[in-house]
């Protein structure tokens, strides 16, 4: 019985562990691309230049809010 109770608390520590694990970093992660986006309106600017376009600010506006959504 008491092998069991001994596996138990072993099994509920390791899913706790991973579970708090899990939503640390997602925070942590949300906040690092908040601070540090992953691009910016210079790359995006050069990127639809490359396409053969010439964006407007407000284009660049528009695409800055879309990929801010997703974070």
């Known amino acids: ?4 109770f001994d596996i ?3 099994l509920f520590g ?5 579970i708090i694990g899990f939503f640390v970093a997602k925070t942590y ?4 691309f908040k ?6 309106e210079q ?3 050069i990127m639809m ?3 053969g376009r010439t964006p407007s600010q407000k284009q ?3 695409m800055m809010k879309a990929m801010n959504k997703q974070f």
């Open 14 to 18: 390791l899913i706790a562990g991973i």
């Open 1 to 4: 019985m008491d092998l069991l």
């Open 60 to 62: 660049i506006n528009q």
């Open 8 to 10: 138990l608390k072993i």
């Open 35 to 40: 601070q540090n986006p992953p691009i910016n």
């Open 43 to 45: 790359m995006i600017k």
């Open 49 to 51: 230049q490359q396409m």
């Open 29 to 32: 992660m949300k906040k690092y």
